[in-house]
């Protein structure tokens, strides 16, 4: 029944058959978030289900009811109801993580001010996928003048409101490229020559870290990475242009490396 497909997730797509909008942009955004993992060496589509079942009994615990798990989480009602009682030692990753992503309910008042790092990155995401600041102002509830303000990076706290809308946008609109236009050309341009990374190439739970944050998270993850795995990311940002923060990351973690190896060499000889 239609009431009964989990809407905007790939399981509505692929399992149920659907085609409506949300499940469409979810199915892309996974098949992007797919090649992105896989050109990083990390590609492992499944994580242990005891773990993400013990998690979604701590948010219970909380007071939080599986439908509002879910809605955070931005998964199906269905996936919580799945994780609880069938018997499968193994789920998603995509949906494992988003859960696990899950510690608390925000539901923050309106007009309380919460760090600008997440939206300051997702209203960048979509500009490097070509949607102007009015496209975004739309979609987010916001003015294009709040927008603006927000893609030149100058906030360090936004009103929680304004964080919602954000992230509601970037559901919305995050799942594919704007159409093609003179004005989405020129703000793919404009990102691309700032360094601003796509949705494809950020790890949910990396948007609303601090740099610092950020930073030590993707100095965990290039340290795990071995030369093979260094040289794709760097290929991948020398010669496509990828510009995702674990890829520049592991770009200049190669460059390191390998001029230690030079030094090496040289010093041997």
Not at 14 to 21: A, E, K, P
Request: charged fraction near 30%; glycine fraction near 8%; aromatic fraction near 6%.
């Amino acid at each position: 029944m239609a009431d009964q497909i989990p809407h905007g997730t790939p399981s509505g797509y692929s399992y149920h058959g659907c085609r409506c909008r949300p499940c469409t942009d979810a199915q892309l955004r996974y098949w992007n978030r797919r090649e992105y993992m896989i050109l990083t060496g990390r590609w492992n589509p499944h994580i242990a289900t005891e773990k993400v079942r013990a998690h979604i009994l701590t948010l219970r615990a909380k007071g939080i009811p599986d439908r509002r798990i879910a809605e955070l989480a931005d998964v199906g009602a269905t996936s919580i109801y799945y994780i609880l009682h069938r018997n499968g030692e193994k789920t998603s990753r995509r949906v494992g993580e988003a859960i696990l992503s899950v510690t608390h309910d925000p539901d923050p008042p309106p007009e309380k001010k919460v760090p600008a790092w997440g939206t300051i990155r997702r209203a960048r995401a979509l500009a490097a996928l070509g949607w102007s600041s009015g496209e975004i102002a739309e979609a987010a509830g916001l003015t294009r003048s709040v927008v603006r303000h927000i893609l030149r990076g100058r906030p360090r706290m936004v009103l929680a409101e304004t964080a919602t809308g954000l992230v509601r946008a970037y559901r919305k609109l995050g799942g594919g490229f704007a159409p093609e236009s003179r004005t989405a050309n020129q703000v793919r341009d404009e990102a691309r020559v700032k360094g601003w990374p796509a949705p494809a190439g950020w790890d949910d739970h990396w948007l609303d870290l601090t740099e610092d944050e950020l930073e030590a998270e993707l100095g965990r993850e290039v340290a795990r990475m071995d030369m093979a795995e260094l040289s794709r990311c760097y290929k991948a940002w020398r010669v496509r242009g990828e510009l995702s923060p674990l890829v520049v990351a592991a770009a200049a973690e190669y460059n390191r490396r390998r001029a230690d190896q030079v030094r090496a060499q040289r010093e041997a000889a």
